[in-house]
């Protein structure tokens, strides 16, 4: 019965953000009518940006964070131990304090860059960026602090999507002067905040994986399973139907 529930929101929800970009068209389109006044439509029309980036962030913060998985590692024939550990680790660790790092200094540099003229926020060097994916890492290894920051990570997720809609409300043109252009390949800011968020999500479900419980003391973690694989499937799947409701907005 939880399943079904579970199952029947996430539908209404992603049928809900396929409708959307149309109904945000149409007050587009009344709001362009009195583009140079303050209406009923072009509050609607600006409050309408912090809907999907809401949403997008109360779903994460129920199904992609508070994992839980099979921890008999004991009595697992398939387990992962010594060097193979150490590595999978120390990548994953990095790779993923690093993201956090640099999504953080993103929404930092939209912030001096759209609201503070004239006082750039400084560049990241190499012992600034090293100290801060050291502090992240730390705040990763215990799981109050894992948890805490996977909120920070999500409100800076909706914080960056508000700055990206004020971008393309005002036709603010984005240049190397902002940090978030060096992603500028993918020709749509809105999809690489998202690709951002989404590698961060799945990095954070596979360390989740490897520190569960008493995993990383025990130095042994089991090998996955087909079961977990599920939530990746559940990740890529949600946020496909995210990555199709800015493609039909845009």
Same mark, same amino acid.
């Given at each position: 019965?939880?399943?079904?529930?579970?199952?029947?929101?996430?539908?209404?929800?992603?049928?809900?953000?396929?409708?959307?970009?149309?109904?945000?068209?149409?007050?587009?389109?009344?709001?362009?009518?009195?583009?140079?006044?303050?209406?009923?439509?072009?509050?609607?029309?600006?409050?309408? =940006?912090?809907?999907?980036?809401?949403?997008?962030?109360?779903?994460?913060?129920?199904?992609?964070?508070?994992?839980?998985?099979?921890?008999?590692?004991?009595?697992?024939?398939?387990?992962?131990? =010594?060097?193979?550990?150490?590595?999978?680790?120390?990548?994953?660790?990095?790779?993923?304090?690093?993201?956090?790092?640099?999504?953080?200094?993103?929404?930092?540099?939209?912030?001096?860059?759209?609201?503070?003229? =004239?006082?750039?926020?400084?560049?990241?060097?190499?012992?600034?960026?090293?100290?801060?994916?050291?502090?992240?890492?730390?705040?990763?290894?215990?799981?109050?602090?894992?948890?805490?920051?996977?909120?920070?990570?999500?409100?800076?997720?909706?914080?960056?999507?508000?700055?990206?809609?004020?971008?393309?409300?005002?036709?603010?043109?984005?240049?190397?002067?902002?940090?978030?252009?060096?992603?500028? =390949?993918?020709?749509?800011?809105?999809?690489?905040?998202?690709?951002?968020?989404?590698?961060?999500?799945?990095?954070?479900?596979?360390?989740?994986?490897?520190?569960?419980?008493?995993?990383?003391?025990?130095?042994?973690?089991?090998?996955?399973?087909?079961?977990?694989?599920?939530?990746?499937?559940?990740?890529?799947?949600?946020?496909?139907?995210?990555?199709?409701?800015?493609?039909?907005?845009?």
């Amino acid at each position: 019965m939880i399943i079904k529930n579970n199952t029947t929101k996430l539908l209404v929800t992603l049928s809900f953000l396929l409708i959307l970009p149309f109904v945000q068209k149409q007050w587009f389109n009344l709001y362009s009518l009195n583009i140079n006044d303050i209406s009923f439509y072009s509050i609607l029309y600006y409050l309408s =940006g912090s809907i999907c980036p809401s949403l997008v962030c109360l779903n994460s913060l129920k199904n992609y964070t508070y994992y839980s998985f099979n921890n008999d590692k004991f009595h697992s024939i398939k387990i992962i131990k =010594g060097k193979s550990l150490l590595f999978l680790v120390s990548i994953n660790l990095i790779f993923l304090s690093y993201l956090i790092a640099d999504y953080i200094y993103i929404n930092f540099d939209l912030i001096f860059n759209l609201y503070l003229e =004239g006082n750039n926020v400084p560049k990241q060097d190499i012992p600034q960026l090293s100290f801060f994916i050291f502090l992240i890492s730390i705040l990763l290894i215990f799981k109050k602090s894992r948890f805490l920051l996977k909120k920070i990570i999500l409100v800076n997720f909706l914080l960056v999507s508000l700055h990206l809609w004020h971008l393309e409300i005002n036709n603010i043109s984005v240049d190397d002067q902002f940090h978030i252009y060096r992603y500028f =390949g993918l020709n749509d800011l809105n999809l690489i905040n998202l690709f951002i968020l989404v590698a961060i999500e799945i990095s954070f479900y596979t360390w989740s994986f490897l520190s569960y419980k008493t995993n990383l003391s025990d130095w042994i973690v089991p090998k996955p399973q087909k079961r977990d694989v599920i939530p990746f499937l559940n990740i890529f799947i949600f946020y496909f139907f995210i990555i199709i409701y800015y493609s039909i907005l845009t």
